[in-house]
């Protein structure tokens, strides 16, 4: 491994089950023992990985193994583990602003319906073999299920929306631009409102936003609302709504979002501000 080929000892997690290894790495973070914790796989992992050096001064050094990578998409993190490891020993240290979710740290995003939907029918052993293209099926099945009617309440007011995303990041499912008024190393939560759709009219959500081009839609073919300032917001339906945080299921509505919480230090590229 390059670090050890550095000269610096990496010590290995031994637990399985999600919670004993925050637990773990929270132990050693309070204890002093380690420099840095390391999370080796995908924006799930990250934010577990989070949890435990929360709060405290211990960075965060992340090896995107994911499919979609979106923390690593959003800082700019190189692939090639020589270039990690150069940056794990020399980059710079930054510090990034979280979010809660049902009082869950989470970094990038929440989804409330259709791509919540959509992770809650993968097959996560197929996604192992086939990487993005297990996404396509569940696509699909989402698409044909229709809009959900959702209520979104916040510090200023109410609306109805088909399926929400409430992003602490710019970037969304990899390199896909989301948003430009937010990111991970900026306070602040933008919710995205997409109205009720027809299966059509959800593809041209996903068609534009693999493009980039959400201010399209929002200004011809939405409308999307947007909504900025808000400390915490409830998403509520009349029946229980599929919820994801940072691409991981999240169980069902309802969801209370919240910012401002505990800052995490993350190892980053030199220069990326």
């Not at 947007?226 to 409830?234: I, N, S, V």
Request: charged share 20%; hydrophobic share 45%; glycine share 14%.
């Amino acid at each position: 491994m390059a670090l050890a080929a550095a000269g610096v000892e990496v010590v290995r997690g031994t637990s399985v089950r999600e919670t004993e290894i925050v637990s773990e790495a929270r132990q050693a973070v309070l204890s002093g023992r380690v420099e840095a914790v390391l999370a080796a796989g995908g924006d799930g992992t990250v934010r577990l990985a989070a949890q435990a050096v929360a709060g405290t001064s211990t960075p965060l050094g992340v090896i995107p193994l994911g499919t979609g990578n979106v923390l690593a998409h959003e800082i700019g993190l190189p692939r090639a583990p020589t270039a990690l490891a150069k940056l794990f020993l020399a980059g710079e240290v930054s510090r990034i602003f979280t979010a809660t979710a049902n009082g869950e740290l989470f970094l990038l995003m929440v989804g409330v319906g259709f791509d919540a939907r959509v992770i809650a029918c993968l097959d996560h052993e197929r996604k192992l073999r086939v990487g993005k293209l297990a996404y396509a099926g569940p696509v699909l099945r989402s698409l044909a299920e229709g809009s959900d009617t959702l209520r979104f309440i916040d510090d200023h007011g109410e609306e109805r929306a088909g399926w929400i995303v409430i992003a602490n990041a710019g970037r969304y499912g990899g390199r896909f631009m989301l948003t430009r008024t937010t990111r991970i190393d900026r306070d602040g939560l933008v919710a995205l409102l997409f109205p009720g759709r027809s299966a059509a009219g959800r593809l041209i959500d996903l068609l534009c936003l693999a493009g980039g081009a959400l201010d399209y839609v929002n200004g011809r073919m939405g409308p999307i609302v947007r909504r900025h300032g808000f400390e915490r917001a409830t998403i509520t339906a009349s029946v229980p709504v599929p919820v994801q945080i940072d691409g991981d299921a999240f169980g069902t509505t309802p969801v209370l979002v919240e910012s401002g919480g505990p800052a995490v230090h993350l190892l980053t590229p030199p220069g990326r501000r």
